[in-house]
């Protein structure tokens, strides 16, 4: 077969590839959204909570950033159903609770990541000069008003390249969501390659498409930073 009919949309392959990139993409694009707030809300916490808030969420990242991935989506995804079964039961209601995979995979993937974006935060929040904050509270403002005026704006500036490290990182964690049964990218390959016996035609097609995927989010990633510091380039120009 030719690379044409073997890519074609219907007698061919390319419907279920890109049904399998668009369901990596957005995969994805929730589970980085969901991490990213979840990560931040953590480094909050961990900066300005109390000794037992600071406790648990220090507890939650160790241990999210100590297990394999693969694990945490089988625990959301069958520990989910039996925790619904359970207490579904409690109300009286028997039977199986199936969880939905996709969601189990947002919520597995979006909390891994939330526990490596609150250390990016946390180093962002950490490294707002001093100055700014004193001058922010000099003029009467409330923590919380200094915290979302000053901090934050400024902590995300600096966050921003580790957070699309992030977004990198989320992206090729995706295919471990195959294991639960979802048809990404990398499996919609796999299942191509075993009906055609051309795996190394489509894996290099899935290959390309994250190299693709990669420099836009680079040419996305420059084109933010310009306008992030610009200050500073204008500062060393002058």
């Excluded at 979840?38 to 100590?66: D, I, K, N, P």
């Excluded at 947002?106 to 891994?112: E, T």
Aim: hydrophobic residues 55%; charged residues 15%; contains cysteine.
């Amino acid at each position: 077969m030719d690379l044409s009919s073997l890519f074609a949309y219907g007698p061919g392959w390319g419907d279920e590839l890109l049904r399998g990139g668009v369901l990596t993409l957005k995969l994805a694009a929730l589970s980085f959204i969901f991490g990213s707030l979840f990560g931040l809300l953590c480094a909050m916490g961990e900066l300005y909570g109390g000794r037992l808030v600071r406790w648990l969420l220090g507890a939650y990242g160790v241990v999210l950033r100590s297990v394999p991935e693969l694990l945490v989506i089988f625990l959301f995804y069958f520990g989910g159903s039996f925790a619904l079964g359970g207490l579904l039961s409690l109300l009286g209601i028997q039977g199986y609770v199936e969880v939905s995979a996709f969601w189990a995979g947002v919520a597995a993937l979006g909390l891994i990541q939330g526990a490596y974006t609150s250390e990016v935060f946390k180093g962002a929040i950490l490294a707002v000069p001093r100055g700014a904050v004193e001058a922010a509270r000099s003029l009467g403002m409330s923590r919380w008003h200094v915290f979302r005026l000053v901090i934050l704006p400024i902590a995300v500036r600096y966050a921003f390249p580790g957070l699309c490290n992030m977004w990198m990182v989320v992206v090729k964690n995706t295919p471990f969501v195959s294991a639960i049964g979802l048809e990404d990218l990398v499996r919609a390959a796999g299942t191509a390659g075993e009906n055609t016996k051309q795996f190394f035609t489509f894996y290099l097609a899935v290959l390309v498409a994250y190299l693709l995927l990669s420099a836009v989010t680079m040419a996305v990633q420059y084109a933010i930073d310009r306008r992030l510091f610009r200050h500073l380039a204008a500062a060393r120009g002058a």
